[in-house]
């Protein structure tokens, strides 16, 4: 599903099912041999995902261990982004040489219960945007879609900046006409290539129950 929206040279793989807790690597077990069952399941099985589509590059399986950040340590040369959510997991990656940066979210297709969750995430302009959405197409949860495109922008942001980005950090447009949308950033963007990052832009599609939203930056 997610390879409509991440093509070549970006490797992805995905699951609608958990992989047995057996398949983890000992060093990530012990990261989450605390955990409720979900916890460890979702966590094993996003990370098979990954070693999944490393495999896809000519990589050999590995730990793949959060930092001191928490974003994924990928092996060296590879950009990538990993998601979960109820009943799906999903990873993406690529050489840097090809792809400066990749985020990915996945979301149920189902509205944010507690309304007081989307006045922290969104802007004004955005739950204006957001009402006119929802009576254009009222199957899709548009509140979701927006959350879900918030965090694929934080997880492309932060290999570039290694900085923390608010919700209220970035505006963002979404289009229904061509499934795309715009984040423009709020606060100073990364240099890149010695010019600033001021917006990223990116793709999103609702399918088997799902929004999922995913940006990439050529390199």
């Known amino acids: 599903m997610i390879d409509k929206l991440l093509p070549a040279p970006i490797v992805t793989a995905e699951?609608?099912?958990d992989a047995p807790l057996s398949e983890m690597f000992p060093?990530?077990?012990?990261?989450?041999?605390?955990?409720?069952?979900?916890?460890?399941?979702?966590?094993?099985?996003?990370?098979?995902?990954?070693?999944?589509?490393?495999?896809?590059?000519?990589?050999?399986?590995?730990p793949l261990l959060p930092g001191r950040d928490r974003a994924p340590e990928w092996p060296e040369g590879i950009v990538g982004a990993m998601t979960h959510c109820a009943g799906y997991r999903a990873a993406a990656v690529a050489r840097q040489r090809d792809i400066r940066t990749v985020g990915l979210d996945a979301e149920p297709n189902l509205p944010v219960s507690d309304p007081g969750v989307m006045d922290l995430v969104t802007l004004p302009e955005e739950r204006a945007q957001l009402?006119?959405?929802?009576?254009?197409?009222?199957?899709?949860?548009?509140?979701?879609?927006?959350?879900?495109?918030?965090?694929?922008?934080?997880?492309?942001?932060?290999?570039?900046?290694?900085?923390?980005?608010?919700?209220e950090?970035?505006?963002?447009?979404?289009?229904?006409?061509?499934?795309t949308f715009t984040a423009r950033l709020l606060v100073p963007g990364p240099l890149v290539d010695g010019t600033e990052v001021t917006e990223?832009?990116?793709?999103?599609?609702?399918?088997?129950?799902?929004?999922?939203?995913?940006?990439?930056?050529?390199?």
């Open 131 to 167: 009402h006119h959405l929802a009576d254009l197409e009222p199957e899709i949860a548009w509140d979701r879609l927006i959350f879900s495109a918030k965090e694929s922008v934080y997880k492309a942001w932060y290999p570039l900046a290694h900085r923390w980005l608010g919700f």
């Open 200 to 219: 990223f832009t990116g793709r999103w599609l609702v399918e088997e129950g799902l929004v999922v939203t995913a940006i990439t930056m050529p390199a």
């Open 27 to 62: 060093e990530e077990w012990a990261l989450v041999a605390g955990a409720v069952p979900k916890r460890q399941r979702e966590f094993g099985t996003v990370r098979g995902c990954a070693r999944a589509a490393l495999s896809r590059l000519g990589i050999a399986p590995a």
């Open 15 to 17: 699951s609608f099912e």
């Open 169 to 179: 950090d970035a505006l963002l447009t979404l289009d229904p006409t061509d499934a």
